[in-house]
């Protein structure tokens, strides 16, 4: 099993350029998320999903689009950066629906945006 | 506005003595409390959750306790060891969205 996998770890990019970042997940879990995580701020999810073809916003969901069409892989686009999306973002499954249950979470992706 | 509020940045403590780190929160509606650890470059791990319904729960070094009157909750790690330097995220959830604090660094030191 390779858990939870983000691509790529490392991405700059400049103002107004869109990209995706890649999350994959091999454990057959049901609930994905991507997070962000800024100093001093913590952890804060963006976007989540329940299921295929399910997705909802989170705390923070602004500039950030999101699609499940499999249970596998769950993208995150930016759609027009900026450097307040300078970050950290995590991707993370578990086995419920719900948060409420421990989450898996990939290695992350350093976002820089000039 | 921080939910869910972790204060102290920072803990060193010797290697075989107790850590106890603190972790507040404000909305009365959490019904789900979890402690992550963080290594550097590496995601977060999930370590030991305790319910609302319950004051504490334990696994082996860990035990976190939960004084839900002051929405207050604990992670205490006894014995402390080297390998347990990392970041502590407590997060806690509604059961729609998780809320996580702002993470304490701890420093066992041999």
């Known amino acids: 099993n390779a858990g939870v996998t983000q691509t790529p770890k490392f991405q700059v990019l400049k103002t107004g350029q869109s990209m995706t970042l890649q999350c994959a997940q091999d454990?057959?879990?049901?609930?994905m998320s991507w997070y962000r995580q800024d100093p001093g701020m913590g952890l804060r999810l963006i976007h989540y999903s329940v299921g295929a073809g399910i997705t909802d916003q989170g705390e923070v969901p602004n500039g950030y689009n999101v699609s499940r069409s499999t249970t596998e892989d769950f993208p995150l686009r930016l759609l027009s950066a900026a450097p307040s999306q300078t970050s950290v973002y995590f991707c993370?499954?578990?086995?419920?629906?719900?948060?409420?249950?421990?989450?898996?979470f990939g290695p992350g992706t350093r976002l820089t945006v000039t | 506005d921080q939910q869910v509020k972790q204060n102290s940045p920072s803990l060193s403590v010797q290697e075989g003595r107790i850590s106890i780190l603190n972790c507040d929160y404000t909305?009365?509606?959490?019904?789900?409390f979890l402690w992550y650890k963080k290594y550097p470059a590496e995601g977060p791990t999930f370590l030991i959750s305790?319910?609302?319904?319950?004051d504490k729960n334990e696994d082996g070094r860990f035990t976190v306790f939960l004084n839900k009157s002051a929405k207050h909750l604990s992670l205490h790690i006894v014995p402390s060891q080297p390998g347990d330097s990392a970041v502590y995220f407590c997060?806690?959830?509604?059961?729609?969205?998780?809320?996580f604090g702002t993470g304490t660094r701890l420093t066992v030191i041999p």
């Open positions: 993370a499954s578990s086995y419920s629906g719900t948060v409420t249950y421990e989450q898996y």
């Open positions: 997060a806690a959830t509604d059961g729609d969205n998780l809320f």
């Open positions: 909305n009365s509606m959490f019904d789900y």
């Open positions: 305790i319910s609302s319904i319950k």
């Open positions: 454990m057959n879990h049901e609930y």
